[in-house]
């Protein structure tokens, strides 16, 4: 029943953390201008510090066909200094509490002297056996000995408490994908992402590290694992907080998305690892008959989960033969708009729907830009 329990809160999470991640972007990003070749900054909740970094808009480079312009476009996070390291206890922990001199107002004790302790309730309290419930929640395990210390003084002078957490379980963190352990970990000390995934013994063959995201409660945090583990990017290496969870797609699941003036908007597989333009459209049912403007076709490429492009394409010089079919690489977000767009807002604004109903299938750097960018002015 445990580990029934455990798989449900595991899944639940990450069903909530992607469903909300998008839309909730939006709004810790309202803040921020586009201002390009300017890094704007937010102060995020947890410490860290995110900056959107655009270059100039350039000209494609030679054997480009068809592509208008290309922009690069950073994500940055800045990383925050380690939480403190004194554990803060909550619901779900158990405390070891020791009285000396008085082992029957202390924790229960079980068979070979085992110290059983004491749960920590839903509530915060813990209920000792000679004294009524004491709030322990949100406290260090210092705190708490001066706390239960208070608390038997009404029966005895000067007592000498000792309190130990003996289990951790106020702190969880979600594991989701392609790791050897995937599930449910909790927090003892300050944590960073390598050791947690030393804990889960390591990624999966099939990782996708380039898809791999951190959601932290209702929104996402840039990271580039990938760049951490295999280029020893330590700024990557992003200190955890309870109910972090981090999830690895698997490679083989390797999809764009398609959105707009097409007649099935939608994730579309790649072919044996490859897939273009044309081939793309053609899989989400081809064009709108009416509405579609072929002309700047939008394409947003993910290099990693905090760099990535945004790229313009004249489709019509495709379909006119004028120029090859555009390759396109797992994760690219396609545009097909309805009407002229101006300023790429205009066309995060129009996608930004969708993007919220593919959420969990959009690439980082895609949702992160998307929702830093596709708000109302």
């Known amino acids: ?157 000067k007592p000498s408490v000792v309190v130990e957490v003996v289990e951790h379980h106020s702190q969880p963190i979600y594991l989701v994908g392609q790791f050897q352990s995937p599930g449910v970990y909790y927090l003892e000390r300050p944590t960073n992402i390598t050791q947690m995934i030393a804990m889960a013994h390591g990624l999966n063959g099939s990782a996708f590290l380039a898809g791999a995201r951190l959601l932290r409660g209702n929104r996402m945090v840039p990271v580039d694992i990938y760049a951490l583990l295999y280029h020893g990017q330590t700024d990557q290496n992003l200190w955890l907080e309870p109910n972090d969870t981090i999830f690895v797609p698997d490679s083989e699941e390797q999809r764009v998305l398609i959105l707009g003036a097409v007649t099935r908007p939608g994730p579309v597989p790649l072919l044996k690892g490859k897939l273009n333009l044309l081939e793309a459209i053609a899989g989400a049912g081809g064009m709108e008959r009416t509405g579609s403007k072929i002309h700047e076709i939008r394409i947003i490429r993910s290099l990693s989960p905090t760099t990535g492009e945004l790229i313009v394409v004249d489709f019509k010089r495709i379909v006119d033969g004028q120029a090859m079919p555009y390759p396109l690489l797992a994760g690219d977000v396609v545009v097909i708009p309805r009407s002229k767009l101006g300023a790429w807002n205009d066309t995060l604004k129009e996608a930004l729907p969708s993007f919220q109903a593919f959420s969990a299938i959009v690439s980082p750097f895609a949702q992160f830009y998307a929702a830093s960018q596709g708000k109302s002015p």
């Open 1 to 157: 029943m445990a580990m029934c329990a455990r798989r449900i809160r595991l899944l639940a999470a990450l069903a909530f953390a992607m469903a909300l991640s998008l839309s909730a972007g939006c709004t810790a990003w309202s803040a921020i201008a586009n201002k390009p070749e300017h890094a704007n900054e937010a102060a995020e909740q947890d410490r860290t510090v995110v900056r959107i970094v655009q270059g100039d808009v350039e000209p494609p480079p030679p054997g480009r066909d068809g592509v208008i312009q290309i922009q690069r476009v950073s994500i940055v996070t800045q990383k925050a200094g380690p939480p403190p390291n004194d554990y803060v206890i909550g619901s779900g922990d158990v405390l070891f509490v020791r009285v000396f001199g008085q082992a029957e107002m202390g924790s229960a004790m079980g068979g070979g002297n085992r110290a059983i302790g004491s749960t920590v309730d839903g509530d915060g309290y813990i209920q000792l056996p000679k004294v009524d419930r004491v709030r322990v929640a949100g406290m260090t395990r210092s705190q708490a000995q001066v706390a239960l210390s208070e608390a038997f003084t009404i029966l005895i002078q």
